[in-house]
């Protein structure tokens, strides 16, 4: 079993930043791709972030491209989201999330991952 726990949401400005970290505990966290998904209200999840593991690559959905960042400390079992430009559009739950078997792009797609956190609220005001 994977345990994952967010923290860092909270209200912001538009055109501020937001760190936001996923503390992992349980199995081997390296082997594991991580990804951050996003769920508005009265919108579907949607994929933000990832970063598989056994390739390395890092994927990034268009809306956030240039503005944000994952990165991952596997000594400290814990994957970041670092939020830069943050607009109104950018407000939702963030959800970080694990997954043992996913690889290349198919990393973008949440039925991917088998663990997920409770996620962490983010509102971003105009």
């Known amino acids: 079993q994977v345990q994952l726990v967010e923290s860092g949401g909270g209200l912001v400005q538009a055109g501020d930043s937001l760190r936001l970290s996923c503390a992992a505990s349980g199995r081997v966290f390296r082997n594991y791709a991580l990804g951050w998904f996003r769920q508005a209200p009265g919108k579907e999840r949607e994929f933000v972030a990832t970063k598989t593991w056994s390739e390395g690559i890092v994927y990034y959905a268009d809306s956030v491209k240039g503005r944000f960042t994952i990165s991952r400390d596997d000594a400290k079992n814990t994957v970041y989201l670092l939020m830069n430009g943050l607009k109104p559009e950018d407000t939702a739950v963030y959800s970080c999330?694990?997954?043992?078997?996913?690889?290349?792009?198919?990393?973008?797609?949440?039925?991917?991952?088998?663990?997920w956190g409770q996620g962490t609220q983010v509102t971003v005001s105009s």
């Open positions: 999330a694990a997954s043992p078997y996913c690889s290349n792009d198919a990393c973008k797609n949440h039925g991917q991952y088998n663990y």
